[in-house]
Structures are given as structure tokens and as C-alpha cells.
């Protein structure tokens, strides 16, 4: 399937804008409607459209099956409505995406997105943030995670803040990456460097934690330098051991602190943490599973009734694939996975070969298991994802890497004699 212009695109964008403002101003938002729009539209197109795989097919009618099933099992609720065609958009973007050859997204579109979501979060530098009203099961009680802070600007959340800066860091570094000392990289590189610094102020770990696991995956899997990576992450690593309690204090009362109080609570307090709290409730719950359960799940307000029974909190759970395991069961979490499967199979060389390709996509991952990702404006994310995963800079192919590495080893044998 092919989108035959940038329409849809600009359309999310302003989706995206709408939505924001709306939520600031108004306190609801219009992400749910749009969704249903958007998952409509795919699901045309991919239905509809020749050129369209069997699997593609499957996943677009399957979502719609799947709500008309649940409803008759559990009843309906707009909620779940509104949630069923996040995730189904989510996963038919991305079908969408894969299946073109050639960039839908350019460098206009990664500007455009940038200025319009900074000038959405420079207020908060102003004293206006909506972060400042945001509550978690860990921040509850007075202890170390209470700590915490969150600068969201006009934003919801920070987890929509940190993602979408986090891959427009990315996409910028890519640009400038190219000609990195050209006049004309500069607005990219300045473009990266407040993209960075909005990602760590925001408050929201995910996109750090995502950052470092996934370099160090590249590093140690499909790096050449695995020695090397290894004995700089090895001192790193006894750095902060030794000197962890000091950089606690010194980082007591900035941004920087709830980076690292994680490590410590994790490792002495992990049942304060939010997402342990969260996850807890789901394990205790699917032990009352029945088989029917299992195959279509209790519904997207029945996980919202739980938590809140149980923390006084009406949120989600948090995590893309738990929660559609409660709510839509193994036939959801089918549906969910395969277009993560497709699109790594589409473009499995590229992110293997690249750095930033594979940042991007790992990070995805990370995100939706972590944080969750359907839920926070999925497609504009995924945009910007494919912006990175289409570029060609420095994007060596694995054939490549191992002839220089038999060339490496090579020399050094005729060095030995």
C-alpha cells in the first residue's frame, strides 16, 4: 500500500496539536476520536486497496472481530471503543509505514514537528506546566521516590514529551550526522541539543533508560568493539558504584536526581516503584483468568476498575502488552505483535547495520513494555521512527562488517609473521 501524498501526515500533525491543547485547556481529549478516525481510514486502505498482504488484511478486520466478541462479552463501553482503536492504529501504521519503500516522512516534516512541539512545551520555562499536577502510586509516600518531578509544559503527560523529543533528538542527530561540520547542520544540531535537554527535564526515565540499554545492546551484539565497550562499560559501571551515595546528594534537589534514584530503590525498595505496584496487581488478577478470559480478555474499563479498586488511581497498567492481554487477551496480543514482527523482518538489515536505526526501533520496544506506547500518540512516534529507520547514512550492510573484519584479522596474522 502507498500513500500517494503527505496528507494523512500533516493531519496527524495537527491531530497531535489539537489534541495538546485541548486537554490544557478544556481537560479533554480528542486523541480517542481521532483514533477512531485514523483506524478507519487504515483499515479502508489496507482492506480495500490491492496491494495489500493477507496479513494485513487479517490484523484490520481481526481488531474489528475482536470488539464486536468482547463486547458481547463484557458489554460495551466507549472507553474500551476508544481504546481497542488506539492500538488498532497503532498497528495499522505501522503495516503502513513498512510497506512503503520510500520515506513518507523529510526533513520539513521533522522541523515542523519540532517547533510546533516546543513552542507546546516552552511555556512550562514560563511556570506553566501541567507536570506540576501529576500524581503516581510512587510518589505517595515520603521516601525517595517521592522525590520525583515531571515538567510536561502543555503536554498531558511527560511520557508524550520525552518520546516525541526523544525521537527528534534522533532524527536530528541523523541530519547532522552527515556533514557534521557544515554551516548548514548547525539548525540540527541545535535542534539535538534542545531536544535532549527537554527529554531529561521532562522527568520521564523511559527514554534514558532506553537510550543506555539499547547502545549497550548494539554494542555488545552487533558492534565490532565488543572488548573495548566492555571495559568503558565495566568503569563506568564501578564509577557510579563508588561514587553513588555522592552524586545522590550532590543531585538531591535537580531533575538529575530521579535517574538515579532508581538503582536505589529498585535495588532496596522495588516495591515502591510505580510500575512494580502496577504490574503486581495485573499477575494477581489473570491467576482468576478463566479460558475464556484468556482468549479475549475482561475489556479495557474492567483493568481501569481494577487498578483503581486497588490504588485509588484510575489508571492503565502502564504497559502495551499487559494491557492488552487483560483486556483483549492471546487473540489482541496476537494482532498487536505481528505488525513489530513485520515491520523488523521489512527492515531487519537496516536496523542491525545502523546505530540510530536500531536506537529507534529497540527504544519502540522498550517504551511499549516500560510505559506503554499506544496510548501516548503512537503514529506521530512512529513518523519519526520512520524518518530514522529510512535514512541511509552509515547504514553499512552485515555482509560488510564481517569482510572488514576478516580483513582486520588478516592483517594481524601477517603482522604475527
Not at 486523541?31 to 498482504?53: C, D, E, H, P
Not at 503516581?136 to 510536561?152: C, F, K, N, Q, V
Not at 514529551?161 to 557534521?180: E, G, P, S, T
Request: glycine share 6%.
Amino acid at each position: 500500500m502507498k500513500l500517494k501524498n503527505q496528507l494523512v501526515v500533516y493531519l496527524l500533525l495537527l491531530g497531535f496539536t489539537t489534541n495538546t491543547l485541548a486537554v490544557f485547556f478544556f481537560g479533554s481529549t480528542t486523541y480517542n476520536k481521532i483514533s477512531i478516525i485514523l483506524f478507519a481510514i487504515l483499515s479502508y486502505q489496507l482492506v480495500v486497496k490491492r496491494g495489500t498482504s493477507t496479513l494485513q488484511r487479517f490484523t484490520g478486520i481481526g481488531f474489528a472481530i475482536l470488539f464486536f466478541f468482547n463486547s458481547c462479552k463484557n458489554g460495551f463501553h466507549i472507553t474500551n471503543l476508544y481504546d481497542i482503536a488506539q492500538i488498532g492504529s497503532t498497528a495499522l501504521f505501522i503495516y503502513t509505514l513498512a510497506s512503503n519503500p520510500q520515506k513518507i516522512t523529510n526533513k520539513s516534516f521533522v522541523l515542523i514537528t519540532f517547533i510546533i512541539a516546543f513552542a507546546l512545551y516552552s511555556p512550562v520555562f514560563f511556570g506553566i506546566d501541567r507536570g506540576q499536577n501529576i500524581s503516581t502510586p510512587s510518589m505517595e509516600a515520603d521516601d525517595i521516590e517521592s522525590a520525583r518531578r515531571y515538567y510536561s509544559g502543555l503536554f498531558e503527560t511527560p511520557q508524550v514529551v520525552a518520546y516525541v523529543f526523544f525521537y527528534l533528538c534522533i532524527a536530528a542527530y541523523c541530519l547532522f550526522k552527515k556533514r557534521r561540520f557544515s554551516i548548514s547542520t548547525t539548525p540540527w544540531q541545535i535542534i539535538f541539543a534542545l531536544s535532549s535537554f527537554v527529554v531529561i527535564f521532562s522527568g520521564s526515565r523511559a527514554p534514558i533508560y532506553g537510550l543506555i540499554i539499547s547502545i549497550c545492546l548494539y554494542a555488545f551484539l552487533l558492534s565490532g568493539k565488543k572488548l573495548s565497550y566492555g571495559l568503558l562499560a565495566a568503569s563506568i559501571l564501578c564509577a557510579l558504584y563508588l561514587g553513588f551515595d555522592i552524586l545522590l546528594k550532590i543531585l538531591r534537589d535537580t531533575i538529575l536526581f530521579q535517574y538515579l534514584s532508581f538503582a536505589q530503590t529498585a535495588t532496596s525498595n522495588a516495591e515502591r516503584l510505580s510500575r512494580v505496584m502496577i504490574w503486581s496487581i495485573f499477575l494477581e488478577q489473570v491467576q482468576n483468568f478463566t479460558m475464556i478470559d484468556v482468549l479475549l480478555g475482561r475489556g479495557f474499563h474492567a483493568s481501569l476498575d481494577t487498578i483503581e479498586a486497588s490504588l485509588g488511581l484510575r489508571i492503565w497498567f502502564h504497559n502495551d502488552f499487559l494491557s492488552i492481554f487483560y483486556s483483549y487477551g492471546l487473540a489482541g496480543s496476537a494482532l498487536y505483535l505481528l505488525p513489530f514482527f513485520f515491520l523488523y523482518r521489512r527492515y531487519r538489515a537496516t536496523i542491525r547495520a545502523n546505530p540510530s536505526a536500531f536506537v529507534a526501533f529497540f527504544s519502540l520496544i522498550f517504551f511499549a513494555f516500560t510505559n506503554g506506547l499506544y496510548y501516548y500518540y503512537a503514529p506521530l512516534l512512529l513518523l519519526l521512527m520512520e524518518f530514522v529507520i529510512k535514512q541511509k547514512i552509515n547504514a553499512v550492510h552485515p555482509a560488510t562488517i564481517k569482510q572488514n573484519k576478516d580483513r582486520r584479522k588478516k592483517r594481524y596474522a601477517y603482522l604475527q609473521t
